[in-house]
């Protein structure tokens, strides 16, 4: 394959490096070489989804719903992009009808046929054809050609390995002074002793505050200084963090546990988080399968189960200023059986919503329930919803779920009684299959 | 004596070299002092007797006032920075919202900054049509925030809150925005949320209106109480409040949802006149496990 392998998240989504940000999403793209004689190790990628990164362009192939297996991706990195080809408006053509858009990309290979972000050897075009005539394909090739020249993959992303792991108040980057890891500068007594650290204090101090006029001077200025800004605010963070733990002073408890769920949200913020600006039609599948990769760690932490509410706090929280709605994150939720999302809703008598690992199965509770109900007590007085809930530690309302969940499975047997609900084990399962036993002896 | 001195030297100097990163300050340190040590321990010793340790008291002294001005007064000044910064964010927030939006990259960025600063990102006004159409982005983003407060407090109220502490709780986040938050905004940012499931609900116990965040599936304070119940086979409202020190609301909102769902039962007749719930599906001894412990059974 000319092409690169590109990672794909458990539900199917890109997985992104660090510093790279999804631009665009499009559907029913094909990519093909344009040449007659094609390599032999050539596949045409036919029907897939695209997605235009800062990075990297990505071919997503679509993924079939009854196969469970891994769909494929493949990734063209931007350098190795010569020139765009946008598709010619206005043709003859375009008077009979809509046509397939196609863009063409001349991309540059080695000799020895892979592709080459420097050095080519030679260059070949490979075309992209958008098939979904509703898509909106001028905006994707216009979003293409901003990235182009944006050329975000030749900035290093500073720390973004670990965000908030920086060493507190680390040498100043954002000065544009020194930008090695080491302090290199040579030892003189001018920066010795007390006076030399008053005086590089203060001058720090004094370009902190001018880089902070200067970057909120307006919004083109902010944009520009982003990355020294993020920087900064990181140091003043970590600094007041270190200072504020010594003197004790000025945080009252709330705004301490506000500033770990602070810390918590950033761990697990969205970078690009998929709107409906970037995914058009594409917006609540690709949503869905965000919002999957998303839960699933938080699931770990919360004993496998969410209320779907705190779900869509953190998953709002994580995508900073683009909020979905509440009807948007259930219909994302809903699309998780289609897009063989590690996880599920699940509704309960209530009507309360929450949200599951699908690894978190029913089975195992029913068979600690069947385990329970054999037991002496269990056998004599059967077992409420509060017994359940002791010995598996489930809440009790949740416990009465399982119990009804494992009676709807046959599993239990009710007795509604006057001192409550209880369930004992249920025999005639086992009735049935003695009767079938006694019959095929008979015969 | 020789150590001690250095010692001392050495914290102040990495006091105030504190905006190093600690290794690279102690490696930076290392190499430095490893000249200026010996001077003073030549000092030291050239100056032996009382007046010599007096003499190094006091430098140690004036050191370490020093230290800690310089340390103050940079603290000051980095509170004073993220103010501004702060405020700039703020504004920014509010004036470039969709711009911030069209770009990417940038609204990654811009995010970060927020999220650094403490700056809540979410700061739409009310405006007209959403006050009287309840449209925009202000009940959604009002509802983000009324949900974080509740989980932020969650280790505190078990999930419930006072709807007056909880709007407090949010106007505060959300200082920057012009008009005030009201209990009547925040009603209506909950009633936003009905679509996410029946858990998140506001009630009414006595004259105080609370906003429950933990559906009764996922609430622990029942095992809790349950838990309590073992020994006796009841509890008491007043029992469980002095064991558990949870708020009163608390207590009566789990009490009131065990009676519901059909696991408790109510007894008054009690010559003390405490309400008694009793408990008399769990078997009373809670021998029932998985195990299968041998057991008497419970009294009936």
Redesign the interface.
């Known amino acids: 394959m000319l092409l690169l392998e590109a990672q794909l998240s458990e539900s199917g989504r890109p997985i992104l490096q660090p510093g790279e940000?999804?631009?665009q999403l499009i559907d029913s793209t094909d990519i093909d070489l344009e040449q007659e004689t094609k390599p032999p190790y050539w596949n045409p990628l036919l029907g897939g989804i695209v997605s235009l990164t800062?990075h990297r362009i990505i071919w997503i192939e679509r993924t079939r719903k009854k196969e469970p297996v891994q769909s494929r991706a493949f990734a063209i990195p931007h350098p190795a992009v010569h020139a765009l080809e946008p598709p010619k408006k206005g043709g003859l053509k375009s008077l009979f009808g809509k046509q397939a858009v196609k863009l063409r990309i001349v991309v540059g290979i080695r000799k020895d046929g892979a592709l080459a972000t420097r050095d080519a050897a030679s260059a070949v075009r490979v075309v992209m054809v958008f098939r979904n005539l509703d898509s909106n394909s001028d905006a994707f090739v216009t979003r293409f050609q901003e990235v182009l020249e944006?050329k975000?993959w030749t900035v290093i992303p500073p720390t973004s390995a670990l965000?908030g792991r920086a060493?507190?108040?680390?040498?100043p980057s954002f000065s544009g002074r020194q930008d090695g890891s080491?302090?290199s500068r040579a030892?003189t007594t001018a920066h010795?002793g007390?006076s030399g650290?008053?005086k590089r204090?203060e001058a720090?101090?004094k370009q902190?505050?001018e880089t902070?006029q200067e970057?909120?001077g307006d919004?083109n200025a902010?944009?520009s200084k982003?990355?020294d800004?993020?920087a900064?605010?990181?140091r003043?963070?970590m600094?007041?963090a270190?200072?504020s733990g010594g003197?004790g002073g000025g945080t009252d408890e709330?705004e301490g546990?506000?500033?770990?769920?602070?810390d918590l949200?950033?761990s697990v913020?969205i970078?690009?988080p998929v709107?409906r600006?970037?995914a058009g039609a594409l917006y609540h599948q690709q949503l869905s399968r965000q919002l999957s990769d998303f839960v699933g760690p938080l699931l770990v932490k919360s004993n496998g189960?969410m209320?779907?509410?705190?779900v869509?706090?953190f998953f709002?929280?994580a995508r900073?200023?683009?909020?979905i709605?509440?009807?948007d994150?259930?219909q994302a939720c809903r699309l998780w059986e289609r897009v063989n999302a590690p996880v599920r809703l699940r509704?309960?008598e209530?009507?309360?919503?929450?949200v599951q690992a699908r690894g978190h199965s029913d089975e195992a509770i029913f068979a600690?329930l069947a385990?329970?109900v054999?037991?002496?007590?269990?056998t004599?007085?059967g077992?409420?919803?509060?017994?359940a809930?002791?010995?598996l530690?489930?809440?009790?309302?949740?416990a009465?779920?399982e119990l009804l969940a494992a009676e709807y499975r046959g599993l239990l047997c009710r007795d509604d009684g006057a001192?409550?609900?209880?369930f004992y084990h249920n025999f005639f399962l086992e009735l049935d299959s003695l009767q079938e036993a006694a019959a095929g002896q008979q015969q | 004596m020789e150590r001690a001195a250095s010692g001392i030297t050495r914290k102040f100097v990495l006091l105030a070299i504190g905006r190093l990163p600690e290794e690279l300050g102690r490696s930076w340190f290392d190499k430095c002092f490893r000249g200026l040590d010996r001077p003073l321990r030549m000092a030291f010793r050239r100056r032996p007797g009382i007046s010599g340790l007096q003499g190094a008291t006091a430098a140690r002294a004036q050191y370490k006032t020093l230290g800690e001005d310089v340390a103050k007064v940079r603290t000051e000044q980095m509170t004073e920075q993220l103010a501004t910064f702060k405020k700039s964010l703020e504004d920014f927030a509010q004036k470039y919202k969709n711009d911030i939006k069209k770009q990417p990259a940038f609204r990654a960025q811009f995010h970060e900054m927020c999220a650094k600063c403490g700056v809540d990102p979410l700061a739409s006004n009310k405006g007209f049509w959403a006050e009287l159409l309840g449209i925009g982005d202000f009940y959604y983003e009002l509802g983000v925030q009324i949900v974080e407060a509740c989980l932020a407090t969650r280790p505190h109220n078990g999930g419930l809150i006072d709807l007056q502490d909880l709007r407090a709780l949010v106007a505060k986040k959300r200082r920057t925005a012009k008009e005030p938050v009201t209990e009547d905004d925040c009603i209506r940012a909950i009633g936003k949320l009905k679509a996410l499931g029946s858990g998140f609900e506001i009630f009414t116990v006595g004259s105080r209106r609370l906003v429950r965040s933990v559906p009764t599936e996922l609430n622990r304070d029942h095992n809790e109480i349950l838990e309590m119940a073992q020994g006796k086979g009841f509890v008491t409202a007043a029992e469980v409040q002095a064991q558990k020190g949870w708020p009163p609301g608390r207590v009566e909102d789990a009490l009131e949802t065990l009676l519901r769902e059909g696991l408790a039962m109510i007894d008054d007749g009690d010559p003390d006149g405490q309400r008694r719930f009793w408990f008399p599906c769990s078997s009373g001894d809670g021998n029932l496990s998985i195990e299968g412990q041998l057991g008497e059974g419970p009294i009936r």
């Open positions: 940000i999804e631009c800062t944006a975000a965000p060493h507190p108040g680390s040498e080491q302090p030892f010795a007390v650290i008053l204090e720090q101090a902190a505050d902070l970057a909120f919004l902010l944009m982003a990355k800004m993020v900064l605010a990181e003043i963070r600094r007041l270190g200072s003197t709330g546990s506000r500033q770990e769920m602070q949200l950033l913020g970078a690009s709107t600006e970037n189960m209320a779907l509410v705190d869509y706090c709002n929280r900073g200023t683009e909020l709605s509440p009807d994150l259930l509704r309960f209530s009507g309360v919503l929450i600690q385990q329970l054999k037991t002496p007590d269990g004599h007085f077992i409420s919803a509060s017994d809930a002791r010995a530690g489930l809440p009790p309302a949740l009465k779920e001192d409550g609900l209880r």
